[in-house]
């Protein structure tokens, strides 16, 4: 089965700098990858996506670049603000068959005023 | 428009009893997924269904069940219940196979 690793567990970064998270996944197979962010007590969300068919999206500070042959994915924040604390889960699917998520294991995002 | 609910929020049981979950997905979703996150751990899959059937579970023992209503709302049941099985469930719905899944904001069960 698919096998996402997620590095770093915690990062630490000052407020206004960037911060970067990456993951790498296993399945070839695979062709969908979202970011979701947890808030202490509060449920994951969906921030940004991408799918196999592009390398590079972004949403306003937010970007996710993606390269299929070496098989990972990456997260970059610009920009940091306080309320970008919070965790974040990397997750990779093949869409068309088993259609769940594969979870990383999170890391920790800590930004410092 | 109302996001994915579940109920209840903290449900308390001992060893060897049962649970029941409960999972209402967006309007006009199809397909309900359930997550185990145990504390400490990332999201783990548990099962999906969709359109009434069961599409694919995780690597779980077969005590974790659950089933999905012609409403698409889902139940996920944990029978004889053992300590780590205290963990956040987390439900997510999608308008179907393919789709982006968006989380409920989960039950916590502890099992004393």
């Known amino acids: 089965g698919e096998n996402v690793e997620q590095h770093p567990s915690t990062l630490s970064v000052q407020e206004g700098d960037s911060a970067v998270i990456k993951c790498t996944y296993s399945?070839?197979?695979?062709?969908?990858f979202p970011w979701y962010k947890q808030e202490l007590g509060k449920r994951p969300q969906l921030i940004i996506d991408?799918?196999?068919?592009?390398g590079e999206k972004k949403d306003q500070r937010i970007a996710v670049t993606l390269n299929k042959t070496a098989k990972h994915f990456s997260l970059h924040i610009t920009e940091t603000q306080p309320e970008d604390s919070a965790v974040y889960f990397c997750?990779?699917?093949?869409?068309?068959?088993?259609?769940?998520?594969?979870f990383g294991t999170g890391t920790r995002l800590t930004v410092i005023p | 428009e109302a996001g994915v609910t579940q109920s209840p929020t903290h449900l308390i049981k001992t060893r060897g009893q049962q649970a029941t979950l409960r999972c209402s997905p967006i309007?006009?979703?199809?397909?309900v997924y359930w997550y185990q996150q145990a504390l400490g751990l990332g999201l783990q899959f548990l099962l999906w269904?969709?359109?009434?059937?069961?599409?694919n579970r995780g690597n779980f023992p077969p005590r974790f069940s659950g089933r999905q209503f012609p409403n698409y709302s889902s139940e996920l049941n944990v029978n004889a219940l053992e300590l780590e099985d205290s963990a956040l469930y987390l439900c997510?719905?999608?308008?179907?196979?393919?789709?982006?899944?968006?989380f409920g904001p989960g039950t916590r069960l502890t099992v004393t």
């Open positions: 997510a719905s999608s308008l179907g196979p393919g789709k982006e899944q968006y």
């Open positions: 269904y969709d359109e009434g059937e069961e599409r």
């Open positions: 997750a990779a699917s093949d869409q068309t068959g088993a259609n769940n998520l594969f």
């Open positions: 399945d070839s197979a695979s062709n969908y």
């Open positions: 991408i799918r196999s068919n592009v």
């Open positions: 309007s006009g979703h199809t397909s």
